[in-house]
């Protein structure tokens, strides 16, 4: 047996995917001022929503900043912040860093009263955002996942224009690649086997 089929469609979309998997860093090594494509980032949106959904809820909602609208969002969340006393420094870095990257997708998950679904609905909406980001590796963009401090989530949904009924999932950063991230050590996966 020589191996894979590299003719086999199957094997090369196989190993297509697991590269990008496997390739995939948390990097702000990116082009701030370089713009993304709107057309690109919808494409990257659109890879997000065939994440699994049970219930076919749909609940993720996406909000995209370039320009001066990451300037909007950082002095929204400062303000916030100076609000609840948080000291110089942070509120500098919290006012200029949503200019790191060119684009900043916010991504939100509409709340379910239902404990249950509302669980499911967020994790389908964190799966939707690794599809985001496999999907923004494999068209050559640099990406990094980042969070806000839930007392700070109000400032983001007044610029986004979200009620209360959304809960923030992630902001996550795109932007073509200025350097390289090197993979950290991963542990062997835990895995038990039941027969």
Not at 19 to 38: M, N
Not at 73 to 78: T, Y
Not at 117 to 143: F, K, M, P, W, Y
């Given at each position: 047996m020589?191996?894979?089929?590299?003719?086999?469609?199957?094997?090369?979309?196989?190993?297509?995917?697991?590269?990008?998997?496997?390739?995939?860093?948390?990097?702000?090594?990116?082009?701030?001022?370089?713009p993304?494509?709107?057309e690109?980032?919808?494409?990257?949106?659109d890879?997000?929503?065939?994440?699994?959904?049970?219930?076919?809820?749909?609940p993720?909602?996406?909000?995209v900043?370039?320009?001066?609208?990451?300037s909007r969002l950082?002095?929204a969340?400062a303000?916030?912040?100076?609000?609840l006393?948080?000291?110089d420094?942070?509120v500098?870095?919290?006012r200029?860093k949503?200019?790191?990257?060119?684009?900043?997708?916010?991504?939100?998950?509409?709340v379910?009263?239902d404990?249950v679904r509302a669980r499911?609905d967020r994790?389908?909406?964190?799966a939707?955002?690794q599809?985001?980001?496999i999907?923004?590796?494999a068209?050559?963009?640099?990406?990094?996942?980042?969070?806000?401090?839930d007392?700070?989530?109000d400032?983001?949904?007044?610029?986004a224009?979200?009620?209360?009924?959304?809960d923030?999932v992630?902001l996550v950063?795109?932007?073509?690649p200025t350097?390289?991230?090197?993979a950290?050590?991963?542990p062997?996966p835990?895995?038990?086997?039941?027969?």
């Amino acid at each position: 047996m020589s191996g894979p089929d590299p003719t086999d469609p199957t094997v090369t979309t196989a190993a297509t995917v697991d590269g990008a998997i496997r390739s995939r860093r948390t990097s702000l090594l990116v082009d701030a001022e370089r713009p993304v494509p709107d057309e690109l980032v919808d494409h990257l949106i659109d890879q997000a929503t065939w994440a699994p959904n049970h219930k076919r809820t749909w609940p993720w909602r996406f909000t995209v900043l370039t320009g001066d609208a990451r300037s909007r969002l950082g002095d929204a969340v400062a303000e916030a912040a100076m609000a609840l006393g948080l000291d110089d420094a942070k509120v500098a870095k919290l006012r200029g860093k949503y200019r790191r990257s060119a684009v900043v997708v916010l991504v939100w998950v509409a709340v379910d009263a239902d404990p249950v679904r509302a669980r499911e609905d967020r994790d389908a909406t964190a799966a939707g955002v690794q599809n985001l980001l496999i999907s923004a590796t494999a068209n050559g963009l640099g990406s990094y996942w980042a969070t806000l401090s839930d007392t700070l989530v109000d400032a983001a949904r007044a610029v986004a224009g979200v009620d209360g009924g959304h809960d923030l999932v992630a902001l996550v950063y795109l932007g073509w690649p200025t350097g390289s991230v090197v993979a950290p050590p991963r542990p062997e996966p835990q895995v038990t086997r039941l027969h």
